[in-house]
T-cell receptor, first 112, second 117 residues
Framework: QKEVEQNSGPLSVPEGAIASLNCTYSDRGSQSFFWYRQYSGKSPELIMFIYSNGDKEDGRFTAQLNKASQYVSLLIRDSQPSDSATYLCAVRPGGGADGLTFGKGTHLIIQP | GAVVSQHPSRVICKSGTSVKIECRSLDFQATTMFWYRQFPKKSLMLMATSNEGSKATYEQGVEKDKFLINHASLTLSTLTVTSAHPEDSSFYIC?????????????FGSGTQLSVL
């Protein structure tokens, strides 16, 4: 069973601080890693994707990937109340699989 | 970004009836679409992979005769929940792969909240 693990939270962060979201995966052959944001009752929205080890920055968001540790994270700088949502980590497994495997998500709360 | 349109957004039906959900790619051709379901406070679970012009590939535990998938064109995939029961009540979301720089990405439709009475 290929798994993606996330702490369900809630993770509470003061406005303006850095929110750090973490994810581990079991399939060492995984190739692609994604972070989605999902507001309550809405469908997921792609925030970031990363394929190579290291950091990838896009605006206030930074994705970090460490394939040796099978670990991927998302940092949100200057957190805003509008960032409050559930963040889903998704992994495309190796072996030619098409669909993504999702973690259960981390509920992030940005406190004004 | 790419647009995936899903309809209807919400449906309430009686037990035993069938419900069809449509998923369209509006500005790109999607040879492959994916159908997920999500229960409250749970993660997305892949139900099936829909391939244009061929049979869908279902995940283990998903009844293909209950969840009929048709991918008749490069821009449309449909999911029909046949003889719906209350336990089928869930949030159903379609998605499509969009090729681009850095590899393919997955974009989601707006989802369909199905409530079976």
């Amino acid at each position: 069973q290929k798994e993606v693990e996330q702490n369900s939270g809630p993770l509470s962060v003061p406005e303006g601080a850095i929110a750090s979201l973490n994810c581990t995966y079991s399939d060492r052959g995984s190739q692609s890693f994604f972070w989605y944001r999902q507001y309550s009752g809405k469908s997921p929205e792609l925030i970031m994707f990363i394929y190579s080890n290291g950091d990838k920055e896009d605006g206030r968001f930074t994705a970090q990937l460490n394939k040796a540790s099978q670990y991927v994270s998302l940092l949100i700088r200057d957190s805003q109340p509008s960032d409050s949502a559930t963040y889903l980590c998704a992994v495309r497994p190796g072996g030619g699989a098409d669909g993504l495997t999702f973690g259960k998500g981390t509920h992030l709360i940005i406190q004004p | 970004g790419a647009v995936v349109s899903q309809h209807p957004s919400r449906v309430i039906c009686k037990s035993g009836t069938s419900v069809k959900i449509e998923c369209r790619s509006l500005d790109f051709q999607a040879t492959t679409m994916f159908w997920y379901r999500q229960f409250p406070k749970k993660s997305l679970m892949l139900m099936a992979t829909s391939n244009e012009g061929s049979k869908a590939t279902y995940e283990q535990g998903v009844e293909k005769d209950k969840f009929l998938i048709n991918h008749a064109s490069l821009t449309l995939s449909t999911l029909t929940v046949t003889s719906a029961h209350p336990e089928d009540s869930s949030f159903y979301i379609c998605s499509a792969r969009v090729p681009g720089r850095g590899g393919e990405k997955l974009f989601f439709g707006s989802g369909t909240q199905l409530s079976v009475l």
